[in-house]
């Protein structure tokens, strides 16, 4: 089971909104990070085959992406909005679902209660879909995008807006799922990936800037993330020469958490970088780069 993404290019108009993205992504879960607009959405879609690349190719268990109705006999999708008739039940949306993805009737029921057990939803399936927390419906999405006992799950977003004990309780959910399939979610929040992810690759303005373990992500923030005591006065010229990641206000001072390539000043404390460091020191460095 894997994907495996070779030169794909998607363009709307002159836009490039993804360039040459080449990726191989196991079983496991898999995180695709990236600032808003940098093409996670975009890459997602074409592989649950919704979209078409521009060019390049990818093959999922050894299919070919052209060859949609294959590729959707085996993906669940869950798409960032992602909702139901609202004054329907639970268990009654998820039926009409599994019409909708052809499953026989013999064996509707029986999956759908299985699926309810699986996401701990069955104490909520007689509620109408409007009335779940954000959590549940993100669960409900899940369930719905295992109707058909998918090999591969794309996940977009999936912890927007949820309460940390629901997100640590999704994340255990897809960490289960994940024994035997590919998960691949997206998140801009670097933290996210930590928690989940044993891999990763993150896009920057359509292009991958990163791709391995998160391991060897982390190390990258090694010697580059400092914290500092600053007066006020001195802030705003501190914010021009480095990239602040959080400040904190004590009284008079300011302690500041920062990035720099240059070497340590006696006044700086070096820290441990955690992923969010690491990957704004990514990010800012790449954008240097750029500009
Ligand atoms: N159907 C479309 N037509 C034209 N441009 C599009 C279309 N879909 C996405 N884009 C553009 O492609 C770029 C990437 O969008 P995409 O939704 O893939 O990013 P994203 O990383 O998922 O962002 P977010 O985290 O905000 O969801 C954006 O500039 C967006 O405006």
Same mark, same amino acid.
């Given at each position: 089971?894997?994907?495996?993404?070779?030169?794909? *290019?998607?363009?709307?108009?002159?836009?490039?909104?993804?360039?040459?993205?080449?990726?191989?992504?196991?079983?496991?879960?898999?995180?695709?990070?990236?600032?808003?607009?940098?093409?996670?959405?975009?890459l997602m879609r074409?592989?649950?085959?919704?979209?078409?690349?521009?060019?390049?190719?990818?093959?999922?268990?050894?299919?070919?992406?052209?060859?949609?109705?294959?590729?959707?006999?085996?993906?669940?999708?869950?798409?960032?909005?992602?909702?139901?008739?609202?004054?329907?039940?639970?268990?009654?949306? =998820?039926?009409?679902?599994?019409?909708?993805?052809?499953?026989?009737?013999?064996?509707?029921?029986?999956?759908?209660?299985?699926?309810?057990?699986?996401?701990?939803?069955?104490?909520?399936?007689?509620?109408?879909?409007?009335?779940?927390?954000?959590?549940?419906?993100?669960?409900?999405?899940?369930?719905?995008?295992?109707?058909? *006992?998918?090999?591969?799950?794309?996940?977009?977003?999936?912890?927007?807006?949820?309460?940390?004990?629901?997100?640590?309780?999704?994340?255990?959910?897809?960490?289960?799922?994940?024994?035997?399939?590919?998960? =691949?979610?997206?998140? *801009?929040?670097?933290?996210?990936?930590?928690?989940?992810?044993?891999?990763?690759?993150?896009?920057?303005?359509?292009?991958?800037?990163?791709?391995?373990?998160?391991?060897?992500?982390?190390k990258l923030g090694?010697?580059?993330?400092?914290?500092?005591?600053? =007066?006020?006065?001195?802030?705003?010229?501190?914010?021009?020469?480095? *990239?602040?990641?959080?400040?904190?206000?004590?009284?008079?001072?300011?302690?500041?958490?920062?990035?720099?390539?240059?070497?340590?000043?006696?006044?700086?404390?070096?820290?441990?970088?955690?992923?969010?460091?690491?990957?704004?020191?990514?990010?800012?460095?790449?954008?240097?780069?750029?500009?």
């Open positions: 089971m894997e994907i495996i993404i070779e030169h794909l *290019h998607k363009n709307y108009g002159k836009q490039k909104v993804l360039q040459d993205i080449s990726l191989h992504i196991p079983v496991g879960m898999y995180g695709l990070l990236g600032e808003n607009g940098a093409g996670k959405t975009t074409i592989l649950a085959a919704m979209s078409e690349p521009s060019a390049g190719t990818i093959r999922i268990n050894g299919i070919d992406i052209k060859n949609k109705k294959e590729i959707r006999k085996i993906i669940g999708y869950l798409p960032q909005e992602f909702s139901v008739y609202p004054n329907m039940s639970v268990s009654s949306a =998820l039926d009409y679902l599994g019409i909708l993805a052809e499953l026989p009737k013999s064996i509707r029921k029986e999956r759908i209660n299985e699926l309810l057990k699986q996401v701990n939803l069955e104490p909520e399936k007689n509620k109408r879909f409007k009335n779940l927390s954000g959590g549940m419906k993100r669960r409900f999405g899940i369930a719905q995008a295992l109707l058909n *006992h998918p090999k591969i799950l794309i996940i977009d977003e999936p912890t927007a807006g949820l309460d940390p004990e629901e997100r640590l309780r999704f994340y255990n959910l897809l960490s289960e799922l994940a024994m035997d399939r590919v998960i =691949l979610l997206s998140t *801009h929040i670097a933290g996210d990936i930590e928690a989940a992810c044993t891999k990763a690759a993150i896009l920057c303005a359509g292009k991958v800037i990163f791709e391995g373990n998160i391991d060897s992500l982390l090694n010697g580059k993330v400092y914290t500092t005591i600053l =007066l006020q006065k001195e802030l705003e010229e501190f914010k021009q020469n480095y *990239h602040i990641i959080s400040i904190y206000q004590n009284g008079a001072n300011i302690s500041c958490r920062f990035l720099s390539n240059e070497a340590p000043r006696k006044e700086w404390v070096s820290c441990n970088p955690t992923i969010e460091d690491s990957y704004m020191y990514l990010l800012s460095d790449h954008k240097m780069e750029v500009e």
